[in-house]
């Protein structure tokens, strides 16, 4: 399981800087062992392509997070909410 402090200091870098709109999502679980995974919905990303969205949200981790720290994160997931489907 990845450490709780960690998960809640990427949350909070996040919903702090650039995904600071309350329709802004971020979700951040626990991936296979010590890693982390960070899934982020916001309209922010109209526009960008995956790869685009991937590199907005390492550009606000990497602000914040010491190499370490950012060495934990093995998934990063940019999604508009009309990329997102509730069944």
């Known amino acids: 399981m990845a450490c709780e402090i960690l998960k809640q ?3 909070n870098t996040l919903k702090t800087g650039y ?3 309350s329709k802004d999502f971020i979700d951040v679980s626990d991936g296979a062992g010590d890693l982390i995974h960070v899934v982020v919905v916001s309209r ?3 526009g960008h392509t995956m790869g685009g969205r991937s590199d907005i949200i390492w550009d606000e981790l ?3 997070l010491s190499d370490e720290e ?3 994160v093995s998934l990063l997931i940019g999604a508009t ?3 997102v489907q509730i069944w």
Request: hydrophobic share 30%; net charge neutral.
């Open 19 to 21: 995904f600071s709109d």
């Open 44 to 46: 922010k990303f109209n």
């Open 81 to 83: 909410p009309e990329d």
């Open 9 to 11: 200091k990427i949350h």
């Open 70 to 72: 950012w060495g934990h």
């Open 62 to 64: 990497l602000k914040h």
